[in-house]
């Protein structure tokens, strides 16, 4: 039995090694350019929203979305290139598409309201929020969560679906926030003239605003004295700095004038037998 060895090799390296070696050789080629090309697209495309200054946290979304999108045509492109039938490809990933939808409706949730914030800009980057039951500063936008700092340093990954399905409270988007605070006198201080140091007083606290001008009057009377609203106005960015310097303000105020904390006055009346 004769068996044309060389002849065999020959015909699978001629019929199938050699024309598969260079269909993923493409495939390695295309990878390769395509991923840079995709880079540069999402370079071009940072560079014109920034030109344009549009906002950061819009910027890195569509700078995710057109990454995500230009991959998945390049793998489609790629299995082309390896003989891999693209139109079952494209089927395969449509029926996946629904059965993923309807496990990940929360998911798709997310991202569908975090195009509503980028839509509606309830808030931006940088600033203060309180929202889904968080209070911080915002890191990022992204397309399924968003990104929060805490005071305390705490970073916290909150679903946009969650954020926009509830009450959202902006502390950086009006140009002033009012600090409000309490100050005690007791009983036999006039309130007038301790009302009048306190203006004085505030009135040299850094980053106060003049307009609108503090306020501070009378608020209550309690069982311990007269209570004082103190509230004076300050930029966001100032508002922990001008509420711990105010309380300052008022304790050194007060001891200067040598006030009398409040205390409860007891009037005791005994009966006669």
């Not at 060895?5 to 090694?17: C, D, K, P, R, W």
């Not at 309130?191 to 003049?210: D, F, G, H």
């Not at 966001?236 to 006055?265: L, R």
């Amino acid at each position: 039995m004769d068996f044309n060895f060389s002849g065999g090799v020959g015909a699978l390296m001629t019929e199938y090694l050699i024309p598969g070696a260079l269909k993923v050789g493409g495939a390695i080629v295309l990878w390769i350019v395509g991923g840079y090309v995709i880079r540069w697209l999402q370079r071009g495309l940072r560079a014109v929203m920034e030109k344009d200054k549009v906002d950061p946290s819009l910027v890195r979304y569509a700078d995710s979305a057109l990454g995500v999108a230009l991959r998945l045509f390049l793998v489609i492109a790629i299995l082309g290139q390896l003989g891999v039938q693209t139109t079952s490809f494209a089927a395969l990933i449509a029926a996946a598409g629904l059965a993923i939808g309807a496990a990940w409706s929360g998911l798709l949730g997310h991202f569908a309201a975090g195009i509503f914030l980028l839509v509606l800009r309830p808030f931006k980057v940088g600033d203060l929020v309180s929202a889904a039951g968080v209070t911080g500063r915002v890191k990022e936008i992204g397309m399924f969560t968003t990104t929060v700092d805490t005071a305390e340093g705490v970073r916290n990954y909150v679903g946009n679906g969650k954020i926009f399905a509830e009450n959202i409270s902006n502390y950086s988007d009006n140009p002033y926030r009012r600090v409000e605070l309490t100050a005690d006198i007791d009983h036999s201080v006039d309130p007038n003239a301790a009302m009048a140091q306190l203006r004085a007083a505030i009135a040299n606290v850094p980053n106060v605003l003049t307009d609108p001008a503090p306020v501070i009057e009378i608020l209550s009377f309690p069982s311990t004295g007269t209570q004082l609203a103190v509230r004076p106005y300050c930029k966001p960015e100032h508002y922990w700095q001008v509420y711990f310097a105010t309380n300052k303000a008022i304790f050194e105020t007060f001891s200067s004038a040598k006030y009398p904390p409040g205390h409860q006055h007891l009037v005791v009346r005994s009966l006669a037998a």
